[in-house]
């Protein structure tokens, strides 16, 4: 795949976006309400307030674009993990702050949820394809590794746990919880509040989270 950079726009403003961010914000609730196969470039550019033609111009076609979304969705999630300052805490409440982190992430980010799931559901063709998502994903197994082997200098955590399994499991929670929140909720919390049973989950991950890594 040829040499580029990963398109970064900006939170969306309607009032200030230029017409390539309202192309690709437009592309990114598309494809998470669609899938690639499912969004036509004549909705995008509808949904943008544009033509066809204008969407081929910036983005050439709709896998290009698609590529642009995904490499950005996960951007966008370690970006948000780098900006915590993991390495100036202490190596639990570090812990504890990227759980809570990454399980918030995950549910005020419905449109990550889908693209990475119907991305899953394509069995990783696209991912497979850009070596810069491997590139950008590195990160958030640095970043755990810096705070399990501060940790297990300190004899907090446990040296048999590695960054890799843990990221696992705080995502599976993570992922659960949004991914499956209408249904579960549905035949498991009817009539539960929704906030009150968001902070518990949240909790749980941390608990479950701090068991599995401390000796």
Known sequence: MEHRDIYLPGPFDEATATLKEKIFFSAIALFAEYGLNGARMEQIAEKAGTTKRMVVYHFQNKEHLYMQVLEYVYTRIRGAEHQLNLAQLP???????????????????????????????????????????????????????????????????????????????????????????????????????????RAHYRAMAVRVVLRYICP
């Open 91 to 197: 190596p639990v409440e570090a812990m504890v702050l990227l759980v809570e982190t990454t399980f918030d992430y995950h549910a005020d980010n419905p449109d990550f949820i889908r693209i990475i799931s119907m991305e899953n559901m394509q069995r990783g063709r696209y991912a497979r394809d850009s070596a810069r998502l491997k590139e950008v994903n590195r990160s958030a197994l640095t970043l755990l590794d810096d705070i399990l082997q501060r940790g297990q200098a300190k004899q907090l955590f446990s040296t048999a746990v590695t960054a890799r399994d843990v990221h696992r499991l705080v995502s599976s929670f993570s992922f659960h919880y949004a991914a499956n929140s209408y249904t579960f909720a549905l035949l498991f919390e009817e009539g539960s509040d929704a906030a009150a049973m």
